[in-house]
């Protein structure tokens, strides 16, 4: 396991993810003859993600097989995403674009924090930051089951203070989980990983990339809307 292998490898699952987010993009809009924008998600996306959380699932059980798992939720995954963007960017101009800048620009100034050591990944930053995750997730479970019953947990998607707060606080665990990444890959680097290895790093950091980037994408929205 080297650090440019593992670049490497990142650099091909996004390559995927790009590429199967511009389908999903063109996949869930249009526009009228009146050049009026038009936006529908499409059913498959579902699917994508699905494939893609099943593949991610995998991976932590089986991480030989990260080589193929990560295309799998690269292109899985990446449809959505685009179909996502798509839904954000009909109803709120340029939105996008900025959220992929301001994903840029965290992903470097972590990196920054990380290599000069300014943020430590120790035992118990691993801990917190790692609970805090699941806690996120469990939550986003919760939420999505309630919604099949029309219930919902309010402030998750809600432009209020209480909401605004809430995505700040996802996005900065989000952020945060990039030092674990960064540390697992220099880490396993030293510790002479196998090259496989490679491909667990990277699709460990490409799903936080992703999740990092929704969670600036629901941020934003809210604060245009208030």
Avoid at 146 to 170: D, H, K, T
């Amino acid at each position: 396991m080297t650090v440019n292998g593992t670049i490497t490898a990142v650099a091909s699952l996004f390559v995927l993810l790009l590429i199967s987010a511009s389908f999903g993009w063109a996949a869930s809009g249009g526009t009228t003859a009146d050049g009026v924008e038009t936006y529908a998600f499409p059913p498959i996306a579902m699917l994508g993600i699905i494939a893609g959380f099943g593949a991610v699932i995998a991976s932590s059980f089986k991480p030989m097989w990260a080589k193929f798992l990560g295309p799998i939720y690269a292109l899985g995954y990446g449809f959505a995403v685009g179909a996502i963007s798509r839904g954000y960017e009909t109803f709120q101009n340029g939105i996008v674009l900025q959220a992929v800048g301001a994903t840029a620009s965290v992903f470097l100034v972590m990196l920054v924090l990380y290599r000069t050591r300014i943020i430590k990944v120790t035992e118990k930053y691993r801990r917190i930051v790692t609970f805090a995750a699941l806690g996120i997730m469990v939550l986003y479970g919760a939420s999505f089951l309630m919604r099949l019953f029309g219930a919902e947990i309010g402030f998750i998607n809600s432009p209020s203070l209480l909401g605004i707060g809430f995505s700040v606080l996802v996005c900065g665990i989000a952020a945060s989980m990039l030092a674990l990444d960064f540390d697992r890959i220099e880490k396993g680097v030293a510790a002479g990983m196998p090259k496989t290895y490679e491909w667990v790093a990277a699709l460990g950091l490409l799903v936080t990339i992703v999740w990092l980037y929704l969670e600036l994408l629901r941020l934003l929205s809210k604060l245009q809307q208030r």
